[in-house]
């Protein structure tokens, strides 16, 4: 088994930046694909981006170059950098990390964003 914990998220200002971290604890070394997930109030929740063992990263349409994923497999880390903030981004994120057969899930992290 895997756990999954993020941080990171907060309340900025439209325009600004912010680094979510994902880190994975437990049975770690299962671990395959990592991505990050977003919720908005009243909405399904989406996939934002994913990134492979061998840093491949993959990213959804709407994305347009505002967000990067990265991985540091040395600390078991995920990181999503988003910048040129909107107030459509405010969502929680969600990071997830694939094993054989399973999706972890962590908790979630609030994104607000304020116009």
């Known amino acids: 088994q895997v756990q999954v914990t993020e941080s990171g998220g907060g309340l900025v200002e439209a325009g600004g930046s912010l680094r979510l971290s994902c880190t994975v604890s437990?049975?770690?070394?299962?671990?395959?694909?990592m991505g990050w997930y977003r919720q908005a109030p009243g909405k399904q929740r989406e996939l934002v981006a994913g990134?492979?063992?061998?840093?491949?990263?993959n990213y959804a349409d709407f994305v347009k170059g505002r967000f990067t994923i990265s991985r540091d497999n040395a600390k078991n880390t995920v990181y999503l950098q988003i910048n040129s903030l909107k107030p459509e981004d405010t969502a929680v994120y969600y990071c997830t990390a694939e094993t054989i057969g399973t999706k972890a899930w962590g908790q979630g992290t609030q994104v607000t964003v304020s116009s």
């Open positions: 990134i492979t063992s061998y840093l491949r990263p």
């Open positions: 437990g049975n770690r070394y299962t671990v395959n694909a």
